[in-house]
């Protein structure tokens, strides 16, 4: 599928990054439009595989390139404001051959949280094209304000986008690593799902065909209809097939049992490749959510061809449409040589029960209380300095 990707603000910024340096790595060969974007100069200056010509600079009349300190409502005006030349720099690059954007951003923070809103506004009713976005929520820890600046975000972009697929910080924690490296490490799980999703339509490598493909109409078919999705993500070592040891290789007049086998082999393929789309399903997803909510799902199996199967790949089928509200479930498979992995994606569409996303709304509008308050108290104060005898000018 081909993307336009735009990493807007900090972490957008990163998580594109890691994807383009993934990309060169794997020697994919997928063509990838891509911009960042920022108010912050050092955050850009820090990308080490986004082209310097894609990577764009806003704000700088009122910010001096110093970001917008987390007031999303200041990198919303800025992206307004420079709304022009964010196009501009789109249709630049061009957008003819793009199945999709693809806006990545942090929803807790000022620039992109504020900004992608504004983008994903332009972009909806200036294009054909979908409109998705990745958008990473805060960790309760960080604060109630970054609930506060995501509650807003969330709400402003569902207004315009044609899906919103969440990343929760606070479901991905790992043990013994610093705040720091498990955003490192998020990232990381991030782009490993956006990399299968990437390949979905794309041609395969010569010699390969899938047994059941996924092209990037059915991708957008599932996200479609302006809802919040998940991504679950589940791999397998693919095992290489063992020569037999000399003593045990059969002699001619056990031929018939030695023509059952692959039948035995198939059926386990089969069932490890359900097995996996389980575990995609029911692990740890982008969101924690409730898969019995998803009104459409998507299931996109990769790895070496010799360890794909049709049969298994229909069994998750059904196994999926069992287990969501809707029954429009999609499955392909991409073979590729590139991996030892086999790695199972699966797509839960317009989710509706999601814990998470209830909690966010009530510690931001907690965050909108007390800053209120405080906000009123510091006027009453100030105001108590002055003699009640002196009228105010209006």
């Known amino acids: 599928m081909k993307f336009f990707v735009i990493g807007f603000g900090q972490c957008g910024g990163k998580i594109l990054d890691l994807f383009l340096e993934n990309e060169k790595m794997r020697g994919s060969g997928i063509t990838i439009k891509t911009l960042a974007i920022n108010t912050a100069r050092t955050d850009l200056m820090g990308l080490k595989h986004v082209p310097m010509r894609d990577r764009i600079l806003i704000g700088q009349t009122?910010?001096?390139?110093?970001?917008?300190?987390?007031?999303?409502?200041?990198?919303?005006?800025?992206a307004q404001d420079e709304i022009e030349t964010i196009l501009s720099a789109i249709d630049e690059r061009g957008t003819h051959e793009i199945d999709a954007f693809l806006i990545i951003t942090g929803l807790g923070g000022g620039t992109g949280s504020g900004g992608a809103p504004v983008l994903a506004k332009y972009l909806s009713e200036m294009y054909s094209e979908p409109v998705y976005v990745v958008g990473v929520l805060p960790a309760p820890e960080e604060g109630k304000l970054y609930s506060l600046n995501a509650a807003r975000s969330m709400v402003s972009l569902l207004k315009y986008v044609d899906n919103?697929?969440?990343?929760?910080?606070?479901?991905?924690?790992?043990?013994?690593?610093?705040?720091?490296?498990?955003?490192?490490?998020?990232n990381e799980e991030i782009v490993k799902?956006?990399?299968?999703?990437?390949?979905?339509?794309?041609?395969?490598?010569?010699?390969?065909?899938?047994?059941?493909?996924?092209?990037?109409?059915?991708?957008?078919?599932?996200?479609?209809?302006?809802?919040?999705?998940?991504?679950?993500?589940?791999?397998?070592?693919?095992?290489?097939?063992?020569?037999?040891?000399?003593?045990?290789?059969?002699?001619?007049?056990?031929?018939?049992?030695?023509?059952?086998?692959?039948?035995?082999?198939?059926?386990?393929?089969?069932?490890k490749i359900a097995s996996l789309v389980r575990r995609a399903a029911l692990g740890r997803l982008t969101i924690p959510c409730n898969i019995r909510s998803a009104e459409r799902a998507l299931v996109l199996v990769a790895g070496p061809p010799e360890h794909l199967d049709r049969k298994g790949l229909e069994?998750?089928?059904?196994?999926?449409?069992?287990?969501?509200?809707?029954?429009?479930?999609?499955?392909?498979?991409?073979?590729?040589?590139?991996?030892?992995?086999?790695?199972?994606?699966?797509?839960l569409a317009n989710v509706t029960d999601?814990?998470?996303?209830?909690?966010?709304?009530?510690?931001?509008?907690?965050?909108?209380?007390?800053?209120?308050?405080?906000?009123?108290?510091?006027?009453?104060?100030?105001?108590?300095?002055?003699?009640?005898?002196?009228?105010?000018?209006?």
């Open 193 to 271: 799902r956006l990399a299968v999703l990437a390949r979905a339509g794309e041609p395969v490598e010569e010699g390969m065909i899938g047994e059941m493909v996924i092209d990037s109409a059915e991708v957008i078919n599932t996200l479609r209809g302006g809802g919040i999705s998940a991504i679950g993500y589940a791999t397998s070592l693919a095992e290489e097939k063992k020569k037999p040891p000399v003593s045990k290789i059969k002699l001619p007049f056990f031929k018939k049992k030695e023509e059952r086998e692959p039948n035995i082999m198939e059926e386990d393929k089969a069932t």
């Open 62 to 78: 009122v910010v001096k390139g110093h970001g917008v300190g987390t007031d999303n409502k200041l990198g919303a005006k800025i």
């Open 164 to 186: 919103l697929i969440l990343v929760d910080n606070g479901a991905w924690k790992f043990e013994g690593l610093s705040l720091k490296e498990s955003f490192a490490k998020i």
């Open 315 to 347: 069994k998750a089928k059904i196994w999926l449409e069992d287990q969501i509200a809707g029954v429009e479930v999609r499955a392909g498979d991409y073979p590729t040589r590139r991996t030892k992995y086999v790695a199972a994606l699966v797509v």
């Open 354 to 394: 999601i814990p998470r996303v209830k909690q966010l709304q009530r510690l931001a509008v907690e965050a909108k209380e007390e800053i209120e308050e405080v906000e009123k108290e510091r006027i009453e104060k100030t105001l108590a300095i002055f003699d009640e005898d002196i009228e105010p000018l209006v």
